[in-house]
């Protein structure tokens, strides 16, 4: 089945292409998102990311941009709530040491010292633990990464608060907040010069560029905790960033 993000991107190019704003068999919000990016671009050429091969662009499928509209990355997000990220410890370490080094020089030496300890902590989480309820699921799905893993109701107990607490605390600080949410939006550091980053975001609500009056709207609006998440009866910490657009 297809994922229903990606049916809303699909559909939104095929509304744009052919300009059928009367089609009722779209999902709901493509054709006033269409209108929206319609109204901004009204000629121009639309591509999906399914449409080029990530791969020959040496990218990954984590991009941030679902569409290019002349070449431009446009991040397509449907009403509501929605998330932002959810990605294990390395990577999302990985994402907040990038923004770190990027607003190092607007930070004091404490608020330094407090991001550098969320980051180490980040990169440490768990990645193969299972729950009492999830026993028999992951001792039959994946009996060698059961061997292995650790007691994910202790780590939900015992360390996920105290993890939780020094994230809370770091994104207390202003300017890292700030910088994190705008690269969780655009991939502008991660994905810098290439076609990966989104330089805008269409809903069905509006069609904007992502400046930083709108990251902090977005900043505001956004709650960033970590959590378990579990495949096949296994669970790994991850750091998930939910807000609502």
């Given amino acids: 089945m297809t994922n229903r993000g990606v049916q809303f991107e699909k559909q939104i190019v095929r509304c744009y292409r052919l300009r059928d704003f009367n089609n009722p068999d779209y999902m709901d919000g493509v054709v006033p998102a269409t ?15 399914d449409e080029i091969s990530l791969r020959g662009e040496g990218l990954g499928r984590e991009i941030k941009a679902d569409l290019w509209v002349d ?9 509501g709530v929605v998330q932002l990220s959810s990605a294990e410890g390395g990577r999302t370490a990985s994402t907040f040491e990038k923004v770190y ?3 190092k020089h607007l930070l004091t030496p404490p608020e330094q010292e407090q991001v550098r300890g969320m980051i180490r902590d980040v990169r440490e989480l768990p990645t193969v633990m299972v729950s009492n309820t999830n026993r028999e699921k992951a001792k039959k799905r ?7 893993a650790t007691d994910y ?7 996920r608060p105290h ?17 994190t949410i705008e690269e969780m939006l655009t991939g502008r550091l ?3 010069n290439s076609k990966g980053v989104a330089d805008y975001i269409l809903t069905p609500r509006y069609f904007k560029y992502i400046d930083r009056a709108y990251v902090r709207s977005v900043a505001d609006a956004s709650k960033v905790d ?6 096949g009866g296994i669970s790994s910490g991850v750091v998930r960033f939910d807000t609502k657009i």
Avoid: C
């Fill in 35 to 49: 209108q929206h990016l319609a109204a901004a671009f009204p000629h121009s050429t639309l591509v999906h990311r």
């Fill in 71 to 79: 070449g431009f990355g446009v991040s397509v997000k449907m009403d």
């Fill in 101 to 103: 080094f990027a607003v």
């Fill in 142 to 148: 994946n009996p060698r990464k059961y061997s292995m």
């Fill in 153 to 159: 109701d202790s780590w939900k107990e015992d360390e």
């Fill in 163 to 179: 993890l939780n607490e020094s994230l809370k605390h770091s994104f207390d600080i202003d300017s890292f907040r700030i910088a």
């Fill in 190 to 192: 991660w994905f810098a």
């Fill in 226 to 231: 970590i959590r378990g998440k579990s495949r």
